[in-house]
């Protein structure tokens, strides 16, 4: 089955056109990124060129995906957007609220126990406005999208940071909040600042125990967390076009990782081969005759340096396997190195679980590799030392795998937990027995993030990312400094064996196949359908719409907290058990910034309330400004907010009374996610402005009353002694955001507009 076949055509069909008139504006050749925003102008055919990194650019996006913790807030804010229907193909998916404890089916019976409400709602939700709806152990949002809807060319947002995923089969795929995807969902432009281009030229060819994943990681290692950010990353060269098409999506998946906008490449065999694998002939004989304009022209790829912002060039010939870690994705070592560096860093050696999944390496590829390395001890009488975990990507995969006997190979480990088809552990949502203790300790997997905390909610996990083979390697020795290439095992019978090389099929043999995918297909008419949220639920809450701005200085604001070092929306709005209030506002705010640490005093979700000398919890501390009417403002490092998309990060603050947000510098999604809900979201002149800021600041914006484009704001910090200082903060604001501030979010001026269609 194909879906939207009508929707893909129609875009196939004014390609070249719309390319004809961006070459026209452009004057020079066009990489891939570009033919994809200029063939998706919000206005038509482009009359103008945009300036990298300034212009601010309105895009029609073809599809919106959402998955089930955001779609929450996301479609309870649609829900006051006043229309009847989705505009763009839109669906969501249930793959975030299952937790991994025991295995697949008494988890997935556990969270159908405790999540009905939610799921009910979900469900009843895109039936009345035409969603498409992904049941719970259907799989992961990012898997489920690249075997069903990506297509090369295409442009589609998410509400996660992975919906870069889909770049894998050439789409410019973004991860947003969800008021971006209620406009888009509502019929609206969806607005962009124009990319800077960061090309990655891949010679040579992956070999050994090397794979797509490392690719990845060597990237994250060059680029670090913040490299990638206002930027498209586009891959190509030989290197590129002899990756398979899931190894595309997960390089283009942990594009996350290094703040890139998304992550994209040229449409090629291995997408053929995958889309027509997936049951998508039709799109692979609808881009077939466009295929000139979903690549790079070879102008740019011969001479990219002209071309490309910043250009990194890899030999897959001469990449060997990397571990990234701990608690942070950018912090690459070569696994040859992992010995002496863990040992001068004081990390455990000793590993007790080993996971694979997540909707980073969760495909029938990944499996099979993974799978070959467990066959391959097995036959030598080898038993892994550490717990091997397994999140099949989708349930087509996970039959698929099953039929095929690669799930009863990981069973032949005895202590192998095979999970639900969901994302688990990698977003937090693993019951790991004795993770309370909070004892040092090391795990590795396959995942996207490891922050602290993230997998299991201790704090003391020294988390490392590298591929499924790697993962299943390391299980088996139960050591982290475990390179497979050098090393040899004992055996049962006190030999010594080494592991051989890797291998896998880059497609079933004998084709997909699944029973039941889990899809539900909306209602042709929604109209009927009712969608209750009681009053009394903790876990749902409809919204209420924020103030409108007053037009007035802000004026006698508190210091909430002076944040120090990173502070991701992991920090600013935990995710593990707190996933259970993503539809209820209120309740989620109970975790606002907890996990941040307090400059003054170290410690996390422990900050001084101005109002009575004593200290209390973050989110506590806020609810007495709000009930006092004081305003507050929440001051941060570099980077801040970097991670995943969740705009709870931003809604939260709003909806406590949190006025401003003032940081050395933003992650992308989280600066515009703050602009979308009516905040401020401000960055120092002066870096080094952050030291003057002292637990006991009070502040006055001076110049907030004649907020515009361009022009910094001036704020008055008055010191618990009287003395005071007069700072400048910049701010990235259009007319158009500017008029969301004054409205009192962006979701406000829809739903005039609405009224007043």
Same mark, same amino acid.
């Given at each position: 089955?194909?879906?939207?076949?009508?929707?893909?055509?129609?875009?196939?069909?004014?390609?070249?056109?719309?390319?004809?008139?961006?070459?026209?504006?452009?004057?020079?050749?066009?990489?891939?990124?570009?033919?994809?925003?200029?063939?998706?102008?919000?206005?038509?055919?482009?009359?103008?060129?945009?300036?990298?990194?300034?212009?601010?650019? *309105?895009?029609?996006?073809?599809?919106?995906?959402?998955?089930?913790?955001?779609?929450?807030? =996301?479609?309870?804010?649609?829900?006051?957007?006043? +229309?009847?229907?989705?505009?763009?193909?839109?669906?969501?998916?249930?793959?975030?609220?299952?937790?991994?404890?025991?295995?697949?089916? +008494?988890?997935?019976?556990?969270?159908?126990?405790?999540?009905?409400?939610?799921?009910?709602?979900?469900?009843?939700?895109?039936?009345?406005?035409?969603?498409?709806?992904?049941?719970?152990?259907?799989?992961?949002?990012?898997?489920?999208?690249?075997?069903?809807?990506?297509?090369?060319?295409?442009?589609?947002?998410? &509400?996660?940071?992975?919906?870069?995923?889909?770049?894998?089969?050439?789409?410019?795929?973004?991860?947003?909040?969800?008021?971006?995807?209620?406009?888009?969902?509502?019929?609206?432009?969806?607005?962009?600042?124009?990319?800077?281009?960061?090309?990655?030229?891949? &010679?040579? +060819?992956?070999?050994?125990?090397?794979?797509?994943?490392?690719?990845?990681?060597?990237?994250?290692?060059?680029?670090?967390?913040?490299?990638?950010?206002?930027?498209?990353?586009?891959?190509?060269?030989?290197?590129?076009?002899?990756?398979?098409?899931?190894?595309?999506?997960?390089?283009?998946?942990?594009?996350?990782?290094?703040?890139?906008?998304?992550? &994209?490449?040229?449409?090629?065999?291995?997408?053929?081969?995958?889309?027509?694998?997936?049951?998508?002939?039709?799109?692979?004989?609808?881009?077939?005759?466009?295929?000139?304009?979903?690549?790079?022209?070879?102008?740019?790829?011969?001479?990219?340096?002209?071309?490309?912002?910043?250009?990194?060039?890899?030999?897959?010939?001469?990449?060997?396997?990397?571990?990234?870690?701990?608690?942070?994705?950018?912090?690459?070592?070569?696994?040859?190195?992992?010995?002496?560096?863990?040992?001068?860093?004081?990390?455990?050696?000793?590993?007790?679980?080993?996971?694979?999944?997540?909707?980073?390496?969760?495909?029938?590829?990944?499996?099979?590799?993974?799978?070959?390395?467990?066959? *391959?001890?097995?036959? /030598?009488?080898?038993?892994?030392?550490?717990?091997?975990?397994?999140?099949?990507?989708?349930?087509?995969?996970?039959? &698929?795998?099953?039929?095929?006997?690669?799930?009863?190979?990981?069973?032949?480990?005895?202590?192998?937990?095979?999970?639900?088809?969901?994302?688990?552990?990698?977003?937090?949502?693993?019951?790991?027995?004795?993770?309370?203790?909070?004892?040092?300790?090391?795990?590795?997997?396959?995942?996207?993030?490891?922050?602290? /905390?993230?997998?299991?909610?201790?704090?003391?996990?020294?988390?490392?990312?590298?591929?499924?083979?790697?993962?299943?390697?390391?299980?088996?020795?139960?050591?982290?400094?475990?390179?497979?290439?050098?090393?040899?095992?004992?055996?049962?019978?006190?030999?010594?064996? /080494?592991?051989?090389?890797? /291998?896998?099929?880059?497609?079933?043999?004998?084709?997909? *196949?699944?029973?039941?995918?889990?899809?539900? =297909?909306?209602?042709?008419?929604?109209?009927?359908?009712?969608?209750?949220?009681?009053?009394?639920?903790?876990?749902?809450?409809?919204?209420?719409?924020?103030?409108?701005?007053?037009?007035?200085?802000?004026?006698?604001?508190?210091?909430?907290?002076?944040?120090?070092?990173?502070?991701?929306?992991?920090?600013?709005?935990?995710?593990?058990?707190?996933? +259970?209030?993503?539809?209820?506002?209120?309740?989620?705010?109970?975790?606002?910034?907890?996990?941040?640490?307090?400059?003054?005093?170290?410690?996390?979700?422990?900050?001084?309330?101005?109002?009575?000398?004593?200290?209390?919890?973050?989110?506590?501390?806020?609810?007495?400004?709000?009930?006092?009417?004081?305003?507050?403002?929440?001051?941060?490092?570099?980077?801040?907010?970097?991670?995943?998309?969740?705009?709870?990060?931003?809604?939260?603050?709003?909806?406590?009374?949190?006025?401003?947000?003032?940081?050395?510098?933003? =992650?992308?999604?989280?600066?515009?996610?703050?602009?979308?809900?009516?905040?401020?979201?401000?960055?120092?002149?002066?870096?080094?402005?952050?030291?003057?800021?002292?637990?006991?600041?009070?502040?006055?914006?001076?110049?907030?009353?004649?907020?515009?484009?361009?022009?910094?704001?001036?704020?008055?910090?008055?010191?618990?002694?009287?003395?005071?200082?007069?700072?400048?903060?910049?701010?990235?604001?259009?007319?158009?955001?500017?008029?969301?501030?004054?409205?009192?979010?962006?979701?406000?001026?829809?739903?005039?507009?609405?009224?007043?269609?």
């Amino acid at each position: 089955m194909t879906f939207d076949i009508n929707m893909i055509k129609k875009v196939y069909e004014r390609y070249p056109e719309r390319i004809a008139a961006a070459r026209q504006v452009v004057q020079k050749p066009l990489t891939l990124a570009e033919k994809i925003l200029y063939a998706h102008l919000w206005q038509g055919n482009a009359t103008e060129a945009y300036e990298r990194g300034n212009s601010y650019v *309105d895009f029609a996006p073809d599809r919106v995906a959402m998955q089930d913790a955001t779609a929450q807030m =996301a479609l309870l804010q649609f829900m006051q957007a006043g +229309k009847a229907k989705v505009a763009v193909p839109s669906t969501v998916h249930a793959d975030h609220l299952i937790q991994a404890k025991i295995g697949a089916d +008494k988890d997935l019976q556990e969270a159908l126990n405790k999540n009905n409400e939610v799921f009910n709602f979900l469900s009843s939700i895109c039936n009345k406005y035409g969603i498409g709806f992904w049941k719970p152990g259907a799989g992961i949002i990012h898997q489920v999208v690249l075997e069903n809807y990506a297509f090369p060319g295409g442009m589609m947002i998410g &509400t996660d940071s992975h919906t870069v995923n889909a770049g894998g089969l050439g789409m410019v795929a973004v991860g947003v909040g969800g008021a971006d995807a209620v406009d888009v969902m509502a019929g609206m432009a969806w607005e962009l600042k124009m990319p800077k281009l960061i090309g990655v030229k891949l &010679t040579g +060819k992956l070999n050994g125990w090397t794979s797509a994943k490392d690719v990845i990681l060597k990237v994250a290692g060059i680029l670090t967390v913040k490299g990638g950010t206002g930027a498209i990353v586009e891959y190509f060269g030989e290197g590129a076009v002899s990756l398979s098409a899931t190894g595309k999506g997960t390089i283009c998946n942990m594009g996350a990782e290094i703040g890139a906008t998304t992550s &994209t490449f040229g449409y090629d065999d291995s997408m053929r081969r995958y889309l027509a694998a997936t049951g998508r002939q039709e799109v692979v004989d609808a881009a077939d005759k466009i295929a000139e304009h979903l690549t790079g022209d070879a102008e740019v790829y011969a001479e990219p340096e002209k071309y490309f912002d910043q250009v990194i060039e890899i030999n897959l010939d001469e990449l060997t396997p990397h571990l990234n870690g701990p608690f942070t994705p950018d912090l690459a070592t070569p696994v040859a190195e992992m010995r002496d560096k863990a040992i001068a860093n004081d990390w455990p050696l000793d590993i007790e679980w080993a996971l694979i999944g997540s909707c980073t390496n969760s495909s029938y590829e990944d499996l099979s590799r993974a799978a070959s390395i467990v066959e *391959d001890a097995v036959a /030598k009488g080898v038993k892994p030392k550490a717990i091997l975990g397994i999140n099949p990507g989708s349930e087509q995969v996970r039959y &698929t795998a099953e039929r095929d006997g690669l799930i009863d190979t990981f069973k032949k480990f005895e202590n192998a937990r095979i999970f639900t088809n969901a994302c688990g552990p990698c977003i937090g949502q693993w019951d790991r027995e004795g993770a309370e203790k909070q004892e040092k300790n090391s795990i590795i997997h396959s995942f996207n993030r490891n922050f602290a /905390k993230r997998a299991d909610g201790n704090p003391n996990t020294h988390a490392f990312v590298a591929s499924p083979e790697m993962v299943a390697a390391v299980a088996i020795s139960g050591r982290l400094d475990f390179n497979p290439i050098t090393d040899t095992l004992t055996n049962q019978n006190g030999e010594q064996v /080494k592991l051989d090389e890797p /291998k896998g099929s880059e497609l079933p043999a004998k084709g997909f *196949d699944v029973e039941d995918n889990g899809y539900q =297909a909306p209602a042709e008419d929604g109209s009927a359908v009712q969608v209750i949220v009681s009053p009394t639920s903790d876990r749902l809450q409809l919204l209420e719409p924020f103030s409108p701005w007053d037009g007035k200085n802000i004026t006698g604001a508190k210091l909430l907290i002076k944040a120090e070092g990173k502070c991701t929306t992991d920090h600013i709005s935990m995710a593990g058990p707190w996933l +259970k209030y993503r539809g209820h506002l209120d309740n989620i705010s109970n975790n606002m910034l907890i996990g941040a640490v307090n400059f003054f005093n170290k410690e996390t979700n422990r900050v001084k309330n101005q109002l009575t000398g004593e200290y209390g919890e973050v989110p506590a501390v806020q609810r007495v400004y709000k009930a006092a009417g004081v305003p507050s403002i929440v001051v941060g490092d570099q980077n801040y907010g970097e991670g995943s998309s969740r705009e709870h990060a931003a809604m939260e603050p709003r909806h406590l009374g949190v006025k401003a947000v003032l940081v050395k510098s933003f =992650a992308r999604i989280h600066e515009t996610n703050l602009k979308k809900q009516g905040m401020l979201a401000l960055t120092f002149v002066n870096a080094e402005d952050y030291d003057k800021i002292q637990e006991d600041d009070t502040f006055d914006f001076l110049n907030l009353d004649s907020f515009a484009p361009n022009t910094p704001l001036q704020i008055l910090i008055t010191h618990a002694d009287g003395t005071t200082d007069t700072i400048l903060a910049n701010h990235t604001y259009n007319e158009q955001q500017i008029g969301w501030f004054r409205a009192g979010s962006a979701l406000n001026l829809i739903a005039e507009e609405a009224k007043k269609a």
